[in-house]
């Protein structure tokens, strides 16, 4: 049951970029969209989080700022830079350089936390990078600002993932998501209005990918997630969840019509099998705060 629920969060994540794709498509702006992601998940998130017990305004006044921050910084911030490079990027190629973000925390934690670096970790190191090289190789040049924004995504998840890791051990995992997507969506709902976007979706195709953003790659994938990851450990969770960016490079071709070119494919290929080798390494001992996309 916990692997079935890992992997449909998984898959559930994986249609994010696509949403994201169909929702430009149907004229709304970025910061409309996370908006409208944010603020809708948050509800839904709160309502699941009271029927648990784990009501966040229980939450010590400090944990509850600092998940606030995590949620209205980093993964406002997060969020934002990766909707913006899809605006011009294929999803196939912003999911697979977003998957570079195990690779940076493993650095991170060596440059800030004094963390040891195995072998494999090496291993991974050197395949994640290669993989980044291919890929933007691979892209043309006039999406050189897109692709700045496409790296940027990761490197700040990396950040909340850091940030967020003591914090998270502290706090219920759902009550704290709640908090976290509070945060995220005043953020997004500030920005929308200093950029004239707070306005609800004009046509029926807004509102259908709206609702659908909020609840398929937002609150049941993380939801899903949150439900399997006390049956089957963190780290083998992480490891099934590498289905993510196979999900949305299936779904980009399929409905977007995404082709992504060989050299960029094996980039990917690099990419995913990076990730793989740094959960195997951490198989038994790996631990991070709550996952959100």
């Not at 072998?119 to 990078?129: E, G, K, P």
């Not at 995992?173 to 950029?195: D, K, P």
């Not at 306005?199 to 049941?220: H, K, R, Y």
């Not at 099934?240 to 196979?246: A, G, N």
Request: charge should be positive.
């Amino acid at each position: 049951m916990g692997v079935a629920m890992i992997l449909v969060s998984a898959t559930g994540f994986g249609t994010n970029a696509i949403l994201a794709k169909l929702a430009y498509r149907e004229g709304l702006g970025t910061s409309q969209t996370l908006a409208f992601r944010f603020v809708l998940a948050a509800f839904g998130m709160w309502g699941l989080a009271l029927i648990l017990r784990q009501n966040p305004l229980r939450f010590e006044r400090l944990r509850l700022l600092t998940l606030l921050a995590l949620g209205g910084v980093f993964y406002f911030a997060q969020s934002l830079t990766y909707f913006t490079a899809l605006r011009t990027l294929p999803a196939s190629l912003c999911v697979l350089i977003a998957y570079i973000y195990p690779s940076l925390v493993v650095v991170a934690g060596w440059l800030f936390l004094r963390r040891s670096v195995s072998v494999w970790h090496a291993v991974a190191l050197v395949a994640s990078f290669l993989g980044v090289a291919l890929l933007v190789g691979g892209a043309h040049l006039q999406i050189a600002w897109s692709l700045v924004f496409a790296i940027a995504a990761p490197t700040i998840y990396t950040a909340y993932i850091l940030v967020g890791e003591s914090v998270m051990g502290s706090v219920p995992a759902v009550g704290a998501s709640a908090v976290i997507m509070t945060g995220a969506g005043i953020a997004f709902c500030i920005l929308a209005a200093f950029q004239g976007e707070l306005v609800l979706p004009s046509t029926a195709g807004g509102w259908a990918v709206g609702f659908a953003i909020a609840l398929i790659p937002t609150m049941i994938a993380i939801s899903l997630f949150l439900a399997g990851l006390p049956r089957i450990g963190a780290a083998r969770s992480s490891l099934l969840s590498t289905w993510e960016p196979v999900v949305t490079v299936l779904l980009a071709a399929a409905l977007l019509g995404d082709r992504l070119l060989p050299v960029q494919l094996l980039g990917g290929v690099f990419i995913i099998a990076a990730v793989i080798v740094v959960q195997w390494a951490h198989l038994w001992k790996w631990s991070a705060p709550t996952a959100l996309k």
